[in-house]
T-cell receptor, first 117, second 114 residues
Framework: DSGVTQTPKHLITATGQRVTLRCSPR?????VYWYQQSLDQGLQFLIQ???????AKGNILERFSAQQFPDLHSELNLSSLELGDSALYFC????????????????FGPGTRLTVT | AQSVTQLDSQVPVFEEAPVELRCNYS??????LFWYVQYPNQGLQLLLK??????LVESINGFEAEFNKSQTSFHLRKPSVHISDTAEYFC????????????FGGGTRVLVKP
């Protein structure tokens, strides 16, 4: 158990809908990262937050957004869902490093499996 | 931009035999390297990391990896595998710049046969 929690574990929804995925980082970690794992694209970085502020952005679609709250949990919002958004979404956290926006190693949660029908 | 190539998508191996998973990376700056393992229906677990210092790094369960800067490689090895090592293994690189994002290879699925 990495200490990173994600809810829900599974999510099944229809095209065009909107969903919210939730992540709680390990105690003391300030950075949260979101990744998408799909069969055709592999593991891809989406976005990172550090202590409530967006720190880096990757291949995140405009239909997707995220935020990190004062209690450091994070939510990933996916809207206007398409079949191709079906994937495993991972959240990771890393220990604080003010200068670098997080330490090097990242600890992953169990993931949320999203199925869009 | 950094990239990671795992040369083998699947590696079948017999129990107690050695295994090597190959990883090559491309980056124009200094990198930090990681191996993660994903067991069936689970998340990613950090197996080992190279940040600095000795180029040979070891995990608690018998895996080791060697950072080779000239060959831009970070191959993972285990001298004797167990059935429980059946999993998918991902090599990842971070350039260490602000943001710390991990770039992953495509993964290598290890199937240990009795």
């Amino acid at each position: 158990d990495s200490g990173v929690t994600q809810t829900p574990k599974h999510l099944i929804t229809a095209t065009g809908q909107r969903v919210t995925l939730r992540c709680s980082p390990r105690s003391g970690d300030l950075s949260v990262y979101w990744y998408q794992q799909s069969l055709d694209q592999g593991l891809q970085f989406l976005i990172q937050y550090y202590n409530g502020e967006e720190r880096a952005k990757g291949n995140i679609l405009e239909r997707f957004s995220a935020q990190q709250f004062p209690d450091l949990h994070s939510e990933l919002n996916l809207s206007s869902l398409e079949l191709g958004d079906s994937a495993l979404y991972f959240c990771a956290s890393s220990p604080p490093n003010r200068d670098r926006g997080g330490s090097y190693e990242q600890y992953f949660g169990p993931g949320t499996r999203l199925t869009v029908t | 931009a950094q990239s990671v190539t795992q040369l083998d998508s699947q590696v079948p191996v017999f129990e107690e035999a050695p295994v090597e998973l190959r990883c090559n990376y491309s980056s124009s700056v200094s990198v930090y390297l990681f191996w993660y393992v994903q067991y069936p229906n689970q998340g990613l677990q950090l197996l080992l990391k190279y940040l600095s210092g000795s180029t040979l790094v070891e995990s608690i369960n018998g895996f080791e990896a060697e950072f080779n800067k000239s060959q831009t490689s970070f191959h993972l090895r285990k001298p004797s595998v167990h059935i429980s090592d059946t999993a998918e293994y991902f090599c990842a690189v971070s350039e260490g710049a602000a943001g710390n994002k991990l770039t992953f290879g495509g993964g290598t699925r290890v199937l240990v046969k009795p």
